[in-house]
């Protein structure tokens, strides 16, 4: 897939899939949703929203249940997967409030028919919320245990023809080891889909990173911390580490 060609200033992609993690919601807390910080990424997407970009939005529900975790506990997993789901469709109502308080119309889609709560999943309809310039936020993974919010956001990406999928993080970009923990650890500006799987980089899961290179689907992974950085770099500024062949 080709750079779009852009004015400066001008935003580089026209349709976006935003996956961030469901722990980026709970703030300093440890568990939970965090109203401020919910408020707070919301603004960040209703500026990108109102410089005319679609957005798809994916959100894991890792900061109410983690379906991975509960298995270890000694739960049945599919069972625990489907915890999950559920999680991340709570994750999405309360992104969907607080854009709405905005002024930014959205549609939660669920992957599991739950039609007093949101929409069922279907595809030429999500499609027209976006050409309405609504927000979709996509929940409930794709419907099937065994699979992560990141391949859901992928598929979701692909299926929608979004042009690039940015990933925010609490780092400012992909490194060859954790930041957090050891200051000498090197940031990469792009990297390949193979090098990111051979070397464990740990961007998304190797089925999200795979179907993203057979796509040829650029991968960007940035701050989420920072204030404005979406924007930003949706407009080619700022620092973060892009993922392409």
């Given at each position: 897939?080709?750079?779009?060609e852009t004015?400066?200033?001008?935003?580089?992609?026209?349709?976006?899939?935003?996956?961030?993690?469901?722990?980026?919601?709970?703030?300093?807390?440890?568990?939970?949703?965090?109203?401020?910080?919910?408020?707070?990424?919301?603004?960040?997407?209703?500026?990108?929203?109102?410089?005319?970009?679609?957005?798809?939005?994916?959100?894991?529900?890792?900061?109410?249940?983690?379906?991975?975790q509960?298995?270890?506990?000694?739960?049945?997993?599919?069972?625990?997967?489907?915890?999950?789901?559920?999680?991340?469709?709570?994750?999405?109502?309360?992104?969907?409030?607080?854009?709405?308080?905005l002024?930014?119309?959205?549609?939660?889609?669920?992957?599991?028919?739950?039609?007093?709560?949101?929409?069922?999943?279907?595809?030429?309809?999500?499609?027209?919320?976006?050409?309405?310039?609504?927000?979709?936020?996509?929940a409930?993974?794709?419907?099937?245990?065994?699979?992560?919010?990141?391949?859901?956001?992928?598929?979701?990406?692909?299926?929608?023809?979004?042009?690039?999928?940015?990933?925010?993080?609490?780092?400012?970009?992909?490194?060859?080891?954790?930041?957090?923990?050891?200051?000498?650890?090197?940031?990469?500006d792009?990297?390949?889909?193979?090098?990111?799987?051979?070397?464990?980089?740990?961007?998304?899961?190797?089925?999200?990173?795979?179907?993203?290179?057979?796509?040829?689907?650029?991968?960007?992974?940035?701050?989420?911390?920072?204030?404005?950085?979406?924007?930003?770099?949706?407009?080619?500024?700022?620092?973060?580490?892009?993922?392409?062949?």
């Amino acid at each position: 897939m080709s750079e779009p060609e852009t004015s400066p200033g001008a935003p580089q992609y026209k349709r976006v899939m935003l996956k961030i993690s469901g722990e980026a919601l709970m703030g300093d807390q440890g568990y939970g949703l965090h109203p401020p910080t919910v408020e707070r990424i919301a603004r960040e997407i209703k500026e990108v929203h109102d410089l005319g970009v679609e957005i798809c939005m994916v959100i894991g529900g890792g900061n109410i249940f983690r379906g991975l975790q509960g298995s270890a506990q000694g739960m049945e997993r599919t069972t625990a997967d489907y915890m999950g789901m559920l999680a991340t469709v709570m994750n999405a109502l309360a992104m969907q409030s607080a854009l709405e308080s905005l002024g930014v119309f959205t549609r939660v889609i669920s992957a599991i028919p739950m039609d007093q709560v949101c929409e069922p999943y279907i595809r030429r309809r999500a499609v027209r919320h976006l050409e309405k310039g609504r927000v979709c936020i996509f929940a409930a993974g794709t419907g099937n245990p065994y699979f992560t919010t990141d391949t859901a956001a992928t598929l979701r990406a692909n299926e929608m023809h979004c042009e690039v999928i940015f990933k925010g993080t609490q780092v400012d970009g992909i490194y060859d080891k954790d930041p957090k923990t050891n200051p000498d650890a090197k940031r990469y500006d792009t990297v390949s889909y193979d090098e990111v799987l051979q070397k464990n980089l740990k961007v998304m899961d190797a089925s999200a990173i795979a179907l993203a290179r057979d796509n040829n689907l650029p991968i960007v992974v940035f701050s989420l911390e920072r204030e404005g950085g979406l924007a930003g770099i949706l407009r080619g500024e700022g620092t973060y580490t892009k993922v392409v062949n």
